[in-house]
Nanobody, 114 residues
Framework: QVQLVESGGGLVQAGGSLKLSCATS????????LTWYRQAPGKQREFVAT???????NYADAAKGRFTASKNDANKAGYLQMNDLKPEDTGVYYC????????WGQGTQVTVSS
């Protein structure tokens, strides 16, 4: 059974940093992409960052220059380093993995206070 578990969220003041992790289990094929999304209260889920199998990362405009996506192929985990956090970064952050299928985690809450 495939599981994705996000962790690392929490409450931080504006300007602070958090590092999110996405731990996977039950995925035995290579991961093509690991993507981070977020959903703010009352808003639709939106793309934040993605990292490809070969390690190329792409970011939403709001994340560029502040967030860094990375991965560990050995344990099929993904990470999102978030610096200079802003109140508008508040939301539930989800990781999505595309391997032979698409899998989602349950999300981790990030709250940035002003």
């Amino acid at each position: 059974q495939v599981q994705l578990v996000e962790s690392g969220g929490g409450l931080v003041q504006a300007g602070g940093s958090l590092k999110l992790s996405c731990a996977t289990s039950g995925i035995y094929s290579p991961i093509d992409t690991l993507t981070w999304y977020r959903q703010a209260p009352g808003k639709q889920r939106e793309f934040v960052a993605t990292i490809s199998k070969v390690g190329v990362a792409n970011y939403a405009d709001a994340a560029k220059g502040r967030f860094t996506a990375s991965k560990n192929d050995a344990n099929k985990a993904g990470y999102l380093q978030m610096n200079d956090l802003k109140p508008e970064d508040t939301g539930v952050y989800y990781c999505r993995v595309f391997s032979t299928n698409v899998y989602w985690g349950q999300g981790t809450q990030v709250t940035v206070s002003s």
